[in-house]
């Protein structure tokens, strides 16, 4: 694969420099136009930000390895996360988590037998009101999570739906939109 932005992504990396007094400000959304572009963010595509932002290589990767919405391996493509913090963990995240193991029958390392899934806990999402809380491929969010919302979500996902991620009402409890 060739690790490039188009005239445009840089672009749009140069329109976040200019937000900021420090370039390095920039690097968060940058790497976030790296991710939605090459699904992951390898050691090449780190270090292409790097250089369009023209910042150290270590900077950028520090970064990367400190969030976890940045993915530091190639995953399969429906990330499915559920918050266990405290109040969402009070409320059936944990419950949830098992549905999601059995349902998918993942491995150890959170993967489905069909390559289509990967499921992994989360640390509070900052909706506890709505607890428990799940978060789809780093965006949408569903609140009051239930196995049939979930079971839901993966059945239109396995259809190859492309679910929106439009911001939703906090306090949506509706299924998904
Ligand atoms: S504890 Fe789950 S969103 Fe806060």
Request: charge should be negative; charged fraction near 25%; aromatic fraction near 10%.
């Amino acid at each position: 694969m060739e690790y490039t932005f188009t005239q445009a992504e840089v672009q749009e990396i140069q329109k976040h420099v200019a937000k900021y007094p420090d370039r390095h400000s920039a690097i968060m959304p940058a790497l976030w136009i790296a991710q939605e572009k090459f699904g992951w963010l390898s050691a090449d595509a780190i270090k292409l930000v790097a250089d369009t932002l023209d910042v150290p290589y270590a900077r950028v990767y520090g970064v990367a390895t400190f969030y976890t919405m940045y993915l530091k391996q190639d995953c399969p493509p429906n990330l499915i996360e559920v918050c266990t913090c405290f109040t969402c963990g009070e409320c059936g995240g944990k419950e949830r988590m098992a549905f999601l193991k059995d349902y998918l029958q993942t491995n150890e390392k959170g993967r489905s037998a069909d390559g289509q899934f990967w499921i992994r806990e989360a640390e509070c999402l900052g909706a506890c009101d709505t607890a428990p809380v799940g978060q789809i491929s780093n965006r949408r969010f569903v609140h009051n999570l239930t196995d049939e919302k979930l079971r839901e979500t993966i059945e239109r996902l396995r259809r190859g739906e492309v679910l929106s991620f439009e911001a939703i009402p906090l306090n949506d409890q509706t299924p998904l939109g």
